[in-house]
């Protein structure tokens, strides 16, 4: 069935070391991919997002390509800042319209 | 420039009580979802609709009903809360594969 893998955390940094969240899917067809931010306290925020294979996402120094070979969706961010410590969810939407399918969510912790 | 607004934000319940969990969009999007979000688990799809009159189960459907009478509203009753359903409730809505808009949760607290 549909699913979505992506690495535990929580995954702790120092401020402007570099960032990879693994994010591997299991899904029927070519689905759009995305990547959603949760801040402490709110509700989740699209990050970006790419909707066939070969497409790079990117959004506020994050960048995500979708690797449609691997069936993986990868974040990356190159120099992370503090306001970056939130938690970060994979997605993709299913086999129709209106559903989204999320991994487990991984917490990203920033330090000074 | 609401977007999707979700009412109560926090709300404490009995068991056996029901309840009724406000969802509402102004973008005049036809899909609407309801999620719940619990540790470690990400986010479950509840019940979703693709539009008005028009509504599926998701994947953890058991002690849930919605109905969708208009394109702006989606409500998520519950029936007979139980402690299983203590979580944070998120509404989204979204238009095609545009990406979806999140309300701010509601969270519940079954006693």
């Known amino acids: 069935g549909n699913s979505v893998t992506q690495m535990e955390g929580p995954v702790t940094l120092s401020e402007e070391a570099f960032l990879t969240i693994n994010c591997t899917y299991t899904a029927t067809g070519y689905p759009s991919l995305f990547w959603y931010v949760q801040y402490p306290g709110e509700g989740l925020q699209l990050l970006l997002k790419?909707?066939?294979?070969?497409d790079k996402g990117s959004n506020k120094g994050f960048e995500a390509t979708y690797r449609k070979e691997t069936t993986s969706f990868h974040l990356e961010k190159g120099s992370v800042q503090v306001s970056d410590s939130a938690v970060y969810f994979c997605a993709f939407e299913t086999d129709s319209w209106g559903k989204l399918q999320f991994g487990a969510g991984t917490q990203v912790v920033v330090t000074p | 420039n609401a977007g999707v607004t979700q009412t109560p934000k926090f709300q404490v319940l009995k068991t056996g009580q029901s309840m009724t969990l406000q969802c509402a969009q102004d973008?005049?999007?036809?899909?609407m979802s309801w999620y719940r979000q619990d540790p470690g688990m990400g986010l479950r799809l509840i019940h979703y609709?693709?539009?008005?009159?028009?509504?599926d189960q998701g994947e953890v459907p058991n002690g849930y009903n919605v109905s969708r009478s208009t394109t702006e509203d989606f409500p998520l009753r519950l029936l007979s809360a139980a402690p299983s359903q203590t979580s944070v409730y998120f509404c989204?809505?979204?238009?095609?594969?545009?990406?979806?808009?999140f309300g701010s949760g509601t969270r519940l607290t079954v006693v």
């Open positions: 989204a809505s979204s238009y095609g594969p545009s990406g979806y808009t």
């Open positions: 609709s693709v539009g008005a009159g028009i509504t």
């Open positions: 790419a909707t066939k294979a070969d």
């Open positions: 973008m005049n999007h036809e899909y």
